[in-house]
């Protein structure tokens, strides 16, 4: 697609469950990044994935948090037994190969999470 | 670790000229980009460095010291629309760490 798309835009879930937020990056990007943006701060890196290499999950806040690539393209960034401190707003982000002098990185419009 | 930070809010007027200061100390460095995000938007690029000096696109300009750690984004006859917060983050081999972004008000 023409940008990088996340789904959904919202989601509500009660403390306890899992839930999956998923980022279609743009077509040809090889890199692939998750963020999280907390209510007023600044961007927390998630983790990092590049081409067929392994994942940089070095920002993974707990092992309730996992993320894979299927087909080096779409990801999906699974939080299980969700706590209230997981909510946030998860964006979603690519590049060439690595973020490049011209224009960085592309976001999506990302997902906000609440957890009740 | 990994510091960057960056005033947490500032007021303009609108056709003045601002400028937000960012500081880093960072373990490596490959790059300082500025980033633009409105209320409930995704951040958007605005400017890159990786050379000291000052790079000029339009009314926006971002100025960088290595030996410093510092950075600057200018951003000249200030619009309405210029209200968003503004991030700086340091490219560190492939991860972006950015700051807490600075939430700039242009008043009429």
């Known amino acids: 697609g023409a940008g990088v798309s996340q789904s959904p835009s919202n989601k509500v879930t009660e403390k306890g469950k899992d839930v999956e937020l998923r980022c279609d990056p743009i077509s040809g990007h090889t890199a692939l990044y998750w963020y999280r943006q907390s209510l007023g701060q600044g961007l927390e890196f998630l983790i990092y994935?590049?081409?067929?290499?392994?994942?940089?999950k070095s920002g993974l806040p707990s092992d309730r948090f996992s993320a894979e690539r299927t087909g080096g393209s779409v990801s999906t960034l699974t939080i299980q037994r969700t706590q209230q401190e997981d909510s946030a707003v998860y964006l979603c982000?690519?590049?060439?190969?690595?973020?490049?002098?011209?224009?960085?990185?592309?976001f999506g419009s990302g997902t906000r999470l609440t957890v009740v | 670790g990994q510091n960057i930070d960056q005033p947490t809010e500032m007021t303009a007027t609108e056709g003045a000229i601002v400028q937000i200061n960012c500081t880093y100390q960072t373990s490596g460095f490959n790059g300082l980009f500025w980033y633009q995000q409105h209320a409930g938007e995704a951040p958007t690029f605005l400017s890159y460095n990786v050379l000291d000096g000052l790079e000029e696109k339009g009314r926006f300009s971002s100025f960088l010291s290595r030996s410093k750690g510092y950075s600057y984004l200018l951003l000249k006859e200030l619009q309405m629309k210029d209200s968003a917060s503004y991030l700086c983050a340091v490219n560190n081999f492939n991860k972006f760490y950015f700051g807490s972004g600075t939430k700039l008000n242009v008043k009429p």
């Open positions: 982000a690519s590049s060439l190969v690595r973020a490049q002098a011209n224009y960085g990185y592309t």
């Open positions: 994935f590049q081409g067929n290499s392994a994942p940089d």
